[in-house]
């Protein structure tokens, strides 16, 4: 005897597979989110296209790999720093990227090296792979063009700073840059994995902007260091190896005089000392010493004092 089930009961069971039946070949879809960072950050004009940051096509897979509108990168600081290879991005990264080199990675180069990085070389971009390139794992952030893998930074005079060279074994001031570029990317990126943070990251730092989590906390790894002071500046001032601070203050004099206040003091100043208030015959060049016809030098009250000319006074 056969039983037939009650109409009540297939009906469920034929939308279940209905909805199967559906869902067989669907492509799966990136997170909503990703799509809505990439759009806003092009409605608010983070990135401005240029000859440097060019935006491309679509990619789109395999599976949910890809991006909406993703940058072809060359050059960011409106081409100061270059890529030693051209990288995919995301337009949030890309604005990040530039806002780390101006607020972070160039002033601590000027700091330790009294120069600027003009090169970023990146060991990776977009790449549809499973974390730290492990078969099987959960996708990575380079999936969606939303990571970068830095190796290293080109100086302007060519020097070369290497993650897996000056990490632990460069000198002190080259350490401190890259310890202070770590920090400062902590507040950039909401994870960044240096070397020390796992066996992977040995010879990069890698940053991206993942949302981890509704409570989008951070992962910043190896706990930001403290670290030396930069090199202080004046030796080198002095010897004319570098310029002085911006704020410094210049003489931009055209007269070739100098001004009354730079003499001011006891006795000179506004009034040297002799009169009314000196003139700019007080700052007259010496006159050559007299000397008498068997070359005795003879005195003369009129003679220049250590600061110019002395005014007469009748």
Known sequence: MVRRAHPSLLVPALVAATLSACSIGQKPQRPAWRTQAENACLAERRVNPSEFIALAPEVDGPGICGLTKPFKVTALQGGAVSFNATATLDCSMVAELDAWLADTVQPAAQARFRQQVVQINSMGSYACRGMNNQRGAQ????????????????????????????????????????????????????????????????????????????????????????????????????????????????????????????????????????????????????????????????????????????????
């Open 139 to 314: 996708l990575s952030e380079h999936s969606f063009g939303n990571a970068l893998d830095i190796g290293g930074f080109v100086l302007a005079d060519g020097r070369e700073v290497t993650l897996v060279r000056d990490w632990r074994h460069g000198d002190e001031q080259t350490r401190a840059f890259l310890m202070d570029v770590h920090r400062g990317a902590c507040g950039h990126f909401s994870t960044v994995l240096s070397p020390g943070s796992n066996a992977f990251h040995y010879n990069h730092i890698h940053v991206d902007l993942a949302m981890h989590g509704r409570s989008g906390r951070s992962i910043c790894k190896p706990e930001p260091q403290e670290t030396l002071p930069p090199p202080d500046p004046s030796p080198l001032i002095a010897q004319g190896r570098a310029p002085p601070a911006p704020d410094d203050e210049t003489d931009n004099d055209t007269t070739g005089k100098p001004p009354l206040a730079a003499f001011e003091g006891p006795g000179v100043g506004a009034r040297d000392g002799f009169g009314p208030v000196a003139g700019p015959e007080a700052y007259a060049p010496p006159l050559p010493p007299r000397r008498d016809g068997i070359g005795q030098l003879i005195e003369d009250p009129d003679q220049t004092s250590s600061i110019g000319r002395r005014r007469r006074t009748f």
